[in-house]
């Protein structure tokens, strides 16, 4: 399916102060829109990443061989396009086997902090059940920050009202 790209020529046309007096059900179809026009975009991307892959991978790798790494960008010219090809690197390491490497380094006498960074997460949901006092430890190392703020709108269908997540009298008449 191929979203009608009408919607972006519309939001384009809108200030913001425009679109906060929209109505909900207008805002809904437009989100809508987009967010399909997003999706079908980022699989067309993928699409056309994947002939440029099929038709300059080989001489892309080749050309990697030939300056002896196997990741990394690389550069050539085909028709006329300058083409810069970058196969990245992501590395991934067993956390468990990095716990025994830097328990290695402190063995050896040597200062872990001097070849590896770490980092202590802590999970929200194991935070708040732990007890008091060890939630207490860790309160002067925690920083509570918010994310942007996103909403979703679900048409209600005639006749049945949901209860708001914070208040169960939401919709009923006093």
């Not at 300058?82 to 086997?97: F, G, H, N």
């Amino acid at each position: 399916m191929i979203p009608e790209p009408d919607v972006l020529d519309e939001l384009g046309q809108l200030y913001v102060t425009e679109l906060d007096k929209l109505p909900l059900t207008d805002l809904n179809r437009m989100i809508k829109q987009v967010t399909a026009t997003k999706d079908t975009a980022v699989l067309y991307i993928g699409a056309l990443q994947t002939a440029l892959h099929n038709r300059l991978g080989e001489q892309a790798q080749h050309l990697r061989q030939e300056a002896g790494k196997s990741t990394g960008k690389v550069s050539f010219e085909v028709d006329g396009f300058l083409v810069s090809a970058d196969l990245p690197k992501r590395p991934e390491y067993d956390q468990m086997k990095l716990k025994d490497a830097v328990e290695a380094l402190r063995k050896w006498g040597e200062n872990p902090d001097d070849y590896v960074g770490i980092e202590i997460k802590v999970s929200e949901t194991k935070y708040n059940a732990w007890p008091p006092a060890v939630r207490h430890l860790f309160e002067p190392a925690r920083t509570l920050k918010v994310g942007k703020p996103s909403y979703k709108l679900e048409q209600i269908k005639a006749g049945t009202i949901a209860d708001a997540a914070n208040d169960n009298s939401f919709g009923e008449v006093a």
